[in-house]
């Protein structure tokens, strides 16, 4: 157990609509990371916040966004489904800011997003 | 561990040996590089990191070495058991000014024989 939490684990929704993502990260963590993993693209990097604050962005579509709450805990927002948004889609947190050195990230066990 | 592309490269070995899983990486300006093990149904687990000013790190039963001149990574597992069947992933990234989001390999598929 890495100590990052997801919810939910599955989710089952339609095109063009539009669902939340969960991430509590590891206590004391101040940076959160999100991944999209899919089987044609692989793990992807997908966006970074450090306390609260965007951090850097990665292949992020402009229809999905995130955000990170003054506890930490982080959602990402996917919206305007489309059948090619079914994937996994993982959190990771990272003790970066309590350690300035430390760039380990740890996962959470997923969402399993499926679009139909 | 979870598909991760139409052609995962796999690696088959017997219980016991050793494995080495090889990974090349395309950034030149990475100074930041990670295994990680994916069992199925699970979230990447941290094997072992190591910096660009290294060239070896070893943990329990892991080493990773990192030649930069040909920018390449490899994982050796020692005495290879039955629960290292996984997939296998290496990750880069260039650390400075704080953002350091993961570049993820395509992945290996380490299969344990009997």
């Known amino acids: 157990d890495s100590g990052v939490t997801q919810t939910p684990k599955h989710l089952i929704t339609a095109t063009g609509q539009r669902v939340t993502l969960r991430c509590s990260p590891r206590?004391?963590?101040?940076?959160v990371y999100w991944y999209q993993q899919s089987l044609d693209q692989g793990l992807q990097f997908l966006i970074q916040y450090y306390n609260g604050e965007e951090r850097a962005k990665g292949n992020i579509l402009e229809r999905f966004s995130a955000q990170q709450f003054p506890d930490l805990h982080s959602e990402l927002n996917l919206s305007s489904l489309e059948l090619g948004d079914s994937a996994l889609y993982f959190c990771?947190?990272?003790?970066?800011?309590?350690?300035?050195?430390?760039?380990?990230?740890?996962f959470g066990p997923g969402t399993r997003l499926t679009v139909t | 561990g979870e598909s991760v592309g139409l052609h995962l490269p796999t690696l088959s070995v017997q219980e016991g040996d050793n494995s080495i899983i090889n990974c090349a990486y395309s950034n030149s300006a990475s100074d930041y590089f990670i295994w990680y093990k994916q069992e199925s149904g699970k979230g990447p687990q941290f094997i072992i990191d190591?910096?660009?000013?290294?060239d070896k790190r070893q943990g329990q039963r892991v080493t990773v070495l990192l030649n930069k001149t040909v920018k390449h990574l490899s994982l050796q597992i020692a005495a290879t058991q039955p629960g290292d069947s996984a997939v296998y992933f290496c990750?880069?990234?260039?650390?400075?000014?704080?953002?350091?989001?993961?570049?993820f390999g395509k992945g290996t598929h380490l299969i344990i024989q009997p």
């Open positions: 990771a947190s990272s003790p970066r800011g309590r350690a300035l050195m430390s760039h380990e990230q740890y």
């Open positions: 206590s004391g963590d101040l940076s």
């Open positions: 990750a880069e990234t260039d650390s400075g000014g704080g953002a350091d989001g993961l570049t």
């Open positions: 190591i910096r660009s000013n290294m």
